[in-house]
């Protein structure tokens, strides 16, 4: 059972991850390519 909750815990980790970090590239990139196309 904990081994269990351990890999859903890591799976979930990693989700939250790549979430965050897919967020926080998009925030980053968005405003450079809008600047880039409206400019």
Do not use: D, E
């Amino acid at each position: 059972m904990r081994g269990v909750f351990a890999c859903n815990f890591s799976t979930f980790l990693f989700r939250f991850f790549s979430v965050s970090l897919a967020l926080g590239f998009g925030f980053y990139v968005c405003p450079i390519f809008l600047s880039y196309c409206v400019g």
